[in-house]
């Protein structure tokens, strides 16, 4: 009787033993392809994100800038009562984003207004504001008109430029 409670405990245990090995590998097998696949989808999704180099985007050379303004198409949207600085500037960003670059959403602050541009912190020549209504290269200098600055129209608001903040 022993002999048979002893064989009996061991079948049991062998048997439970079996099912934890069975179970450990399919889990392991479950988890390491399972990982596997989702490390694939999120790598291509990353690459896909639209800079086309991951989640990796960059700051642009100062030629790299000149040729990325005078491809992008930005410009020539019109200007609208639904499409304003606002909308110029966004779509700019996203655009230099999905060219691989970093780019600046830039807020001035006028005594009652405000205006958008954009920036590249260029890795040559530094800081660099761009006028994407215009592609102009602009000035943004505290306690001057941004008008007279960059030779446009002066408005019929006064445009000395009190502050600005860039977003990256």
């Known amino acids: 009787m022993k002999k048979l409670l002893f064989l009996f405990s ?3 245990i062998v048997a439970f ?3 934890l090995y069975v179970w450990n590998y399919r889990y392991e097998t479950g988890y390491n392809d ?3 696949a989702g490390y694939q989808y999120g790598y291509l999704k990353g690459v896909e994100d639209g800079a086309g180099r ?7 050379t100062y030629s790299e800038v000149l040729q990325f303004v005078a491809e992008d198409q930005t410009d020539k949207h019109e200007y609208t009562e639904n499409y304003t600085c606002l909308n110029f500037a966004a779509d700019f960003k996203n655009n230099a984003f999905q060219a691989g670059y970093r780019c600046g959403f830039v807020r ?8 958008a541009i954009v920036c590249f ?8 504001f761009i006028e994407p209504q215009f592609d102009d290269i602009v000035q943004v200098i505290i306690g001057f008109s941004y ?3 960059n030779n446009y129209e002066t408005p019929d608001y006064n445009d000395t430029i009190i502050s600005y903040t860039i977003i990256w």
Do not use: M, Q, W
């Open 10 to 12: 061991l079948v049991i």
């Open 17 to 19: 033993a079996g099912c």
């Open 34 to 36: 399972g990982y596997s």
């Open 54 to 60: 991951g989640y990796n985007i960059r700051d642009p």
């Open 108 to 115: 001035i602050e006028f005594p009652d207004s405000s205006h």
């Open 121 to 128: 912190n260029t890795t040559d020549k530094g800081i660099i």
């Open 147 to 149: 008008s007279e600055l």
